[in-house]
């Protein structure tokens, strides 16, 4: 099982970036994913999540509105489109991927893109 996350980068206030994940080792269209991050000094928190039945999203109140999380199963990848960018956007992104294998619960993560906002 494999999640590469792509596209973390430097970027000015006010900018954009798109993140990538692509999954590999797992039925990826049957599971749910997710984006989260992690700042320095802080536990990981959720940042958007798209349910593998029907696409629903559901996004932290601190991204709603700039940040659209998507998914492509023919391609088993899942983005994080990021606009209006702020320095408190700054930490390191995951990707998670969460669903049942072989009758369990499995949860697989990323190894994480670095996202700095600063000018």
């Known amino acids: 099982v494999q999640l590469v996350e792509s596209g973390g980068a430097l970027v000015q206030p006010g900018g954009s970036l798109r993140l990538s994940c692509v999954a590999s080792g797992f039925t990826f269209s049957s599971y749910a994913m997710s984006w989260y991050r992690q700042a320095p000094g802080k536990e990981r928190e959720l940042v958007a999540a798209i349910t593998s039945a029907d696409g629903t999203t559901n996004y932290a109140d601190s991204v709603k509105g700039r940040f659209t999380i998507s998914r492509d199963n023919a391609k088993n990848t899942v983005r994080l489109q990021m606009n209006s960018l702020k320095p408190e956007d700054t930490a390191v992104y995951y990707c998670?991927?969460?669903?049942?294998?072989?009758?369990?619960?499995?949860?697989?993560w990323g190894q994480g893109t670095q996202v700095t906002v600063s000018s």
């Open positions: 998670n991927g969460r669903g049942i294998t072989a009758g369990m619960l499995r949860s697989y």
